[in-house]
């Protein structure tokens, strides 16, 4: 974990979800990156792995952060419908694999968020890859 401010994962906004999930993910904090997400979510990663269960994501934000992962976004559009949202968010990402190799994919992220009792929302199902993987990532 990094030294900097703790990230707030107590999102009331769902198109300010993403940048919940970038700032959490840039500070390497991990417990607030699992945050995000509804205990029974599902996540489609970079790579085009299926995450669905909490070990599964924790291992791969782990592994992000441990390759200095850096995410950036770009919100295209999100829609809600009562206490469910459509997310669609550019990315751009730098990180360096363990041997040393600098890598910089980009994607579209396509998200389902849900909103809890208490009026936060969360990740239920995120789609790294959008409808499309990235040209640029390899599954190393």
Excluded at 15 to 35: H, I, T
Excluded at 103 to 113: K, Q, R
Aim: proline share 4%; charged share 20%.
């Amino acid at each position: 974990m990094s030294s900097q401010e703790p990230v707030d994962s107590q999102v009331t906004d769902p198109a300010r979800l993403p940048f919940a999930y970038a700032d959490a993910l840039n500070a390497g904090d991990a417990e607030a990156v699992l945050a995000l997400f509804h205990q029974d979510a599902s996540m489609r990663t970079f790579s085009g792995d299926v995450l669905t269960d909490q070990e599964a994501l924790r291992a791969e934000t782990v592994n992000s952060i441990a390759v200095q992962a850096h995410l950036t976004n770009k919100l295209r559009f999100t829609q809600v419908g009562g206490d469910t949202a459509l997310i669609v968010v550019d990315w751009d990402l730098e990180a360096t694999l363990p041997d040393g190799t600098r890598i910089s994919p980009t994607g579209t992220t396509t998200a389902v968020a849900r909103q809890s009792a208490d009026g936060t929302w969360r990740f239920a199902v995120l789609n790294c890859q959008g409808t499309a993987a990235s040209p640029g990532w390899s599954n190393n």
